[in-house]
Structures are given as C-alpha cells and as structure tokens.
Nanobody, 125 residues
Framework: QVQLAESGGGLVRPGSSLRLSCVAS??????????VGWFRQTPGKEREFTAG?????????YAASVQGRFTVYRDSVNRNILYLQMNNLRVEDSAVYFC???????????????WGHGTEVVVSS
C-alpha cells in the first residue's frame, strides 16, 4: 500500500505564496506508481487536476488555470516528497488540495489509486 500525507495549507492573502507538501510512504516501486498529482476541490464541485509529476521521469503537467503560477517538483534529497509551490495566489485558488498517486501510467489523466486526506488553502483579503 501507499500512503500520502499533505501539509502546508493555510489562510493567505491574494498575491501571496504557499508551498504544499505531499509525503509518500510505502513501496512506490512495487505498487507501480508512475505518476503523482495534485488535485483541488471546492464545495459542490468535482475534484479537478491541478498539477502533477511523472514519478519515474521528470515530466510535469499543469492545469491551464495555474500554469505559470504553480510549480510542482520533487524534493532533491527525499524523493518521496512532492511539493506544490503556489505563487500569486488568487481567491479562486481556495480549495482543499489533495495528493494522489497513479499506478501503471505516466499520463496525468485517468484513475488515481491512492489519495491523501487533503490540506485546505484559503485565499482571502
């Protein structure tokens, strides 16, 4: 099994920055984890893909709404940590952010097999 734990959420003002962390534990290799993504969800809406990282390579993907403001990257020392650096935050970025891992594919679209519990980000003046 794979466990994912997010942290780093909080209340910030528009224009601020925040960095979220996702710590993956368990055997990623034997579980064939090829992709890890960040999703976000607001009340009454479906969870939406935000950004993600090829876990066996270096490719990244971003939703159009965050392209150029958010950066997803892995820790250079502990490769089981995935960060989401969020800059120039907007009110509409407010959501619960989830980390999720996908088996057997390096493509960001499709079924994700393991999910964290989420961390809340509130952007408000």
């Amino acid at each position: 099994q794979v466990q994912l734990a997010e942290s780093g959420g909080g209340l910030v003002r528009p224009g601020s920055s925040l960095r979220l962390s996702c710590v993956a534990s368990g055997d990623m290799r034997s579980n064939n984890i090829y992709y890890v993504g960040w999703f976000r969800q607001t009340p009454g809406k479906e969870r939406e893909f935000t950004a993600g990282h090829n876990w066996i390579g270096s490719g990244t993907n971003y939703a159009a709404s965050v392209q150029g403001r958010f950066t997803v990257y892995r820790d250079s020392v502990n490769r089981n940590i995935l960060y989401l650096q969020m800059n120039n935050l907007r009110v509409e970025d407010s959501a619960v952010y989830f980390c999720a891992a996908r088996r057997g594919s390096t493509w960001y679209q499709g079924t994700y097999h393991f999910w964290g519990h989420g961390t809340e980000v509130v952007v408000s003046s």
